[in-house]
């Protein structure tokens, strides 16, 4: 997905990655496809915890809400997630798109159950 890792904040369990919107993403209509929107929703949801977890868990999706409120352009965005409340068998996340100029494009939700971390052993 052309993620790159900006910046934790421990204390908020906030993270901040920066995706680009390459063209094969982009549909007729000039923007990239609601689908795609939603993975990078859900990436740096899932990165806010497992960063808020020290890399020990990941999330498991039961639900995600996704609000489109702007059209997502090609070229660089800059995402934004958060753990907004850990249980030991729910998570609740929240994340957001904003464009360079900080504008708002899209906001999600997500309802997960925390998980071990999967081990990917190299080939």
């Given at each position: 997905m052309g993620v790159q890792f900006v910046s934790f904040d421990r204390e908020r369990e906030e993270i901040t990655l920066r995706f680009h919107a390459p063209d094969s993403f982009i549909t007729p209509r000039?923007?990239?496809?609601?689908?795609?929107?939603?993975?990078?929703?859900d990436e740096v949801m899932g990165w806010a915890h497992v960063w808020a977890t020290d890399q020990?868990?990941?999330?498991?999706n039961l639900e995600i809400s996704m609000s489109l409120l702007?059209?997502?352009?090609?070229?660089?965005?800059?995402?934004?997630?958060?753990?907004?409340?850990?249980g030991r068998k729910v998570i609740?996340?929240?994340?957001?798109?904003?464009?360079?100029?900080?504008?708002?494009?899209?906001?999600?939700?997500?309802?997960?159950?925390?998980?071990?971390?999967p081990v990917v052993e190299p080939r």
């Open positions: 000039g923007s990239v496809q609601g689908g795609l929107v939603a993975g990078f929703l020990e868990e990941a999330p498991l702007k059209p997502v352009l090609k070229g660089p965005i800059v995402g934004k997630g958060r753990v907004v409340r850990r609740f996340l929240e994340g957001e798109l904003f464009d360079e100029a900080g504008n708002l494009l899209a906001r999600s939700t997500s309802t997960a159950i925390p998980t071990p971390r």
